[in-house]
């Protein structure tokens, strides 16, 4: 069974940068896309952005032009690239992958901003 696995995450600074990734255990090449999502504290979840089987990229509001997505087909791994943190980036992040109907989702990796 296909699984995905979420690392990078950590404690950083506010104004630093963090990259996470998300790595398929199946070749991530035929999947229709890969997203970032992420849960606040106390919050309903959030989308952060998604990267199609051809490599086009869209973004939530909460990203405002500081995160980038990226993957990489040969090392089957989708990649989160966070710039500029803000306490308010503080979250669980957690990866998708859409295949058909229902997407598969991983674990999540904890990301805590501080002043």
């Known amino acids: 069974q296909m699984r995905l696995v979420e690392s990078g995450g950590g404690l950083v600074q506010a104004g630093g940068s963090l990259r996470l990734s998300c790595a398929s255990s199946s070749s991530i090449f035929s999947f229709k896309s890969m997203g970032w999502y992420r849960q606040p504290p106390g919050k309903q979840r959030e989308f952060v952005g998604r990267i199609t089987a051809g490599g086009a990229t869209d973004y939530g509001d909460v990203v405002m032009g500081r995160f980038t997505i990226s993957k990489d087909n040969r090392r089957n791994t989708m990649y989160l690239q966070m710039n500029n943190l803000t306490l308010e980036d503080t979250a669980v992040y957690s990866c998708?992958?859409?295949?058909?109907?229902?997407?598969?989702w991983g674990q999540g990796t904890q990301v805590t901003v501080s002043v």
């Open positions: 998708n992958a859409v295949l058909g109907i229902t997407p598969i």
